[in-house]
């Protein structure tokens, strides 16, 4: 069996293949390997294709014992690190003995398990400093503050704000777990975006008050229906509004707005489209792309002061995705930010 008809053969495994046979010579391989390994490693010997020690141990154990082997094999296609199990298969070829190695990718495995890793040690790190807050203060009201009221009060109010702060950080944590949960199932109650932006606001009206905010709501004259659960919509539109208050900027105004089209790209079909503007400070470019990642912050110690947890644009971005929507971000420095949520409109159910 010649190259060709070898390459041919390795063409029906859907990893990348390669088979080295007589004279420890590649013989073959198909086009994923030779996407991967390069093209012209046909004929030569593994080693000069194969340059990582660990999977040349590998290959030359199998060769020597004919007992399987398996390895990892780490490579870039210039813009991510890529990383492949190989597994190298003794094999009975027309010129002896030979080795199968296949690269199976598992790139999204390692990034899945650093996710967790991330995810484990951020939330530690968000719980720990509130627990050290509340040891230290329970610490002094044991001793050297005790009997003192003016310190005990002043302490526990703080106590207090750490308490709330843990127990925002929860609270947010037991959101994204439903929301993930949820995520591949679609609602279809009819939720009025009107009646939800005019509770917001409502609901919202103090917070902007304590921060010298107007809180301005443009909405048009009848009601905007779209299939969805109310209560996850009305949690986009609090934490979107939230936000835009807490960081807009005394003595400026938030605007809310709601519209509609017929066509929108996005979603590719009607939509509506909820607007939440400020006039603050703006957002660097360079942060856009992460801010729903999750505990990513732009400004860490103003958002902890601020009472943020970290979760809430996270939260927006998978509630947005359960509703086949789309969250856009647009910002620069010193022209404020706007917060679009694209949210698809059933047409029949509006007219109705």
């Not at 154990?61 to 007992?67: F, P, V, W």
């Not at 660097?284 to 801010?291: G, K, Q």
């Not at 939260?315 to 969250?327: F, T």
């Amino acid at each position: 069996m010649n190259a060709d008809n070898i390459s041919s053969l390795l063409s029906a495994i859907p990893l990348p293949s390669v088979l080295i046979g007589r004279g420890e010579r590649i013989l073959g391989a198909n086009d994923r390997a030779l996407q991967l390994l390069g093209q012209g490693i046909v004929g030569r010997h593994f080693i000069t294709a194969l340059r990582q020690p660990s999977i040349l141990d590998a290959i030359e154990a199998a060769l020597r014992d004919r007992q399987p082997r398996t390895t990892r094999y780490l490579s870039s296609d210039g813009t991510q690190d890529t990383t492949f199990d190989v597994t190298c298969s003794p094999v009975q070829t027309e010129a002896g003995h030979g080795v199968l190695v296949c690269f199976e990718d598992v790139t999204h495995l390692e990034q899945a398990g650093q996710m967790r890793r991330d995810f484990v040690a951020n939330v530690s790190h968000e719980l720990r400093s509130p627990l050290t807050a509340l040891l230290g203060f329970i610490e002094t009201l044991r001793g050297p503050a005790k009997g003192d009221a003016a310190a005990s009060e002043r302490f526990l109010g703080t106590m207090q704000d750490e308490a709330q702060r843990m127990e925002r950080l929860v609270r947010d944590l037991l959101s994204l777990s439903r929301v993930e949960g949820q995520e591949r199932v679609r609602p279809t109650d009819p939720v009025d975006l009107c009646r939800l932006i005019g509770t917001v606001r409502h609901a919202l009206a103090p917070l902007a008050a304590d921060h010298g905010v107007t809180l301005l709501a443009d909405l048009p004259e009848t009601p905007i229906v779209v299939p969805g659960d109310a209560d996850q919509l009305q949690q986009v539109i609090t934490n979107l509004t939230e936000n835009a208050v807490k960081y807009g900027g005394q003595g400026k105004t938030v605007h809310v707005s709601l519209t509609t089209t017929e066509q929108e790209p996005l979603v590719r079909g009607p939509a509506a489209v909820i607007s939440v503007r400020d006039e603050g400070a703006g957002i660097d470019p360079v942060h856009i792309p992460r801010l729903t990642e999750r505990f990513y912050r732009v400004d860490s110690h103003r958002s902890r002061a601020m009472g943020g947890t970290g979760l809430g644009l996270a939260i927006v971005k998978h509630i947005v995705g359960r509703h086949r929507g789309r969250l856009r971000i647009e910002s620069r420095p010193g022209e404020g930010s706007v917060f679009r949520v694209v949210l698809p409109r059933d047409s029949a159910q509006q007219a109705r």
